[in-house]
């Protein structure tokens, strides 16, 4: 969908800057310095090279003339709420942050930015136009300061009629339109704030439901990745067999940081008193990196399905795996648990 939006910026006589590589190369900053070399006005990005950045401890307002730079534009996943003073603290005060959540399918976004808005930490500002979005409960009404289910309670103008090879419409209806028909269900968590803005909380089909209290992933992610010694995470809940769940947490480690009993007594703590006592991990576990799509989204079904016991090949489509390697570390480590778990059951 970012190469319709490109197309769209030339229709309107805008000037295009694209990069094809590893945006942290040579530096983590590396893509404020084109930003500065180019003078761009606008910066579209990803939230986890945001927080890369942040994480790597970089300064790209004071390495890089960044004079001509007015907006950055998120995406891609929720942006933690410490990446937004980050930007502000050590890219530039005076520029439009924000972030946007939108979908393949429908080719555009639902909500966003709007520059005639406040900026608030962690939320959006608005609705794009044309977009009825609400957030629901289980039962199918709208609800206000409690999360709920990102819905598009009208037909909006993108939003596909069909999908490629399903002549029938059967697996339209299925992904979109199952739980609530005649509305378009996305599969993210949300909260519509009093104020009018919006929180996306991360997956809904990924969701941690522990003891019957739903979590965001995005804000497990939050406290965790706000410790310095870790580089990323991917935390999962996989429901299983005779009432069984479990929920581990796995994470990257920055350079010369080591998985301690200390650091795993934080991390546990960090969780506990920033996000919920029942969603303390049951494993916490050292990673050789996190699966991410081609886009940078963490692979949270997948992995999810392998620790169900979902046939490697079945779970995940490595052709759209940005580092498909990494899956074989995955299946390996759920094979050793499925063995485990099996074995106890039978015990």
Not at 171 to 187: C, E, I, K, Q
Request: overall charge negative.
């Amino acid at each position: 969908m970012v190469w319709n939006v490109l197309v769209s910026g030339l229709a309107v006589g805008a000037t295009i800057i694209t990069y094809d590589g590893n945006p942290a190369y040579p530096a983590a900053d590396a893509m404020f310095r084109i930003c500065a070399d180019q003078q761009a006005t606008r910066f579209g990005t990803g939230a986890a090279y945001l927080t890369l950045c942040e994480k790597a401890g970089t300064r790209p307002g004071e390495r890089h003339n960044l004079f001509a730079l007015r907006a950055i534009t998120s995406t891609g996943s929720p942006l933690p709420e410490s990446t937004w003073y980050w930007v502000y603290d050590n890219v530039k005060r005076d520029l439009l942050l924000g972030s946007d959540c939108g979908g393949t399918d429908v080719c555009s976004a639902f909500i966003g930015t709007n520059p005639m808005l406040p900026v608030y930490a962690g939320e959006m500002q608005a609705p794009y136009l044309g977009v009825r979005i609400e957030a629901w409960s289980p039962e199918g009404k709208p609800v206000v300061g409690e999360v709920g289910e990102m819905v598009i309670a009208a037909p909006m103008p993108s939003m596909p009629v069909a999908l490629w090879n399903d002549p029938d419409g059967s697996r339209l209806r299925d992904v979109y339109f199952d739980t609530f028909p005649g509305a378009w269900r996305h599969g993210d968590w949300m909260t519509v704030t009093d104020d009018g803005t919006y929180i996306v909380h991360g997956r809904s089909d990924s969701t941690i439901n522990r003891g019957g209290v739903r979590m965001g992933s995005a804000d497990i992610y939050a406290a965790v990745d706000a410790l310095p010694e870790i580089a990323g995470s991917l935390v999962i809940g996989a429901e299983l067999p005779d009432g069984d769940y479990y929920m581990p947490l796995f994470v990257v480690l920055a350079d010369g940081a080591a998985l301690t009993d200390e650091l795993i007594t934080r991390l546990r703590a960090v969780i506990r008193q920033q996000v919920s006592p029942r969603h303390v991990p049951d494993d916490i576990v050292e990673a050789v990196a996190i699966p991410t799509t081609l886009t940078g989204k963490k692979l949270e079904v997948p992995i999810k399905r392998l620790l169900q016991g979902v046939a490697p090949d079945k779970a995940a489509n490595r052709a759209t795996v940005a580092n498909p390697d990494v899956l074989d570390w995955y299946v390996e480590f759920t094979h050793q648990f499925r063995t485990t778990y099996e074995s106890k059951g039978k015990s």
